[in-house]
Nanobody
């Protein structure tokens, strides 16, 4: 079992920044990657960013590339979010995977992740 817990969400003006944290506990040594996803009201959960421990590869959705940065280790993962816009408003989830893939795009799929946090709300005002 791996237990991710998100923090750092809040209300910010457009153009501002926030840093989300994800503290993982339990059998974190079994994880191969951590991902960030978000879900806005009435929309499906979407991939934001991921980091793998083998090769320290990072992946981003096109909508956040160049603005968000994922970093960290097996115990704590961060999502630095800059140049925020109202479209970034959502509930942000951290998730842990214990699966290994050679194809990076697999880490952009929710089904890759077996352990999820409860989410932290990010609201960007215009």
């Amino acid at each position: 079992q791996v237990r991710p817990v998100e923090s750092g969400g809040g209300l910010v003006q457009a153009g501002g920044s926030l840093r989300l944290s994800c503290a993982a506990s339990g059998r974190t040594f079994t994880t191969t990657a951590m991902g960030w996803f978000r879900q806005a009201p009435g929309k499906e959960r979407e991939f934001v960013a991921a980091i793998t421990w083998s090769g320290s590869n990072t992946y981003y959705s096109d909508s956040v590339k160049g603005r968000f940065t994922v970093s960290g280790d097996k115990n704590t993962v961060y999502l630095q979010m800059n140049s925020l816009t109202p479209d970034d408003t959502a509930l942000y989830y951290c998730a842990a995977s214990t699966l290994t893939y050679r194809i990076g795009s697999y880490y952009q799929t929710p089904r890759t992740y077996g352990y999820w946090g409860q989410g932290t709300q990010v609201t960007v005002s215009s």
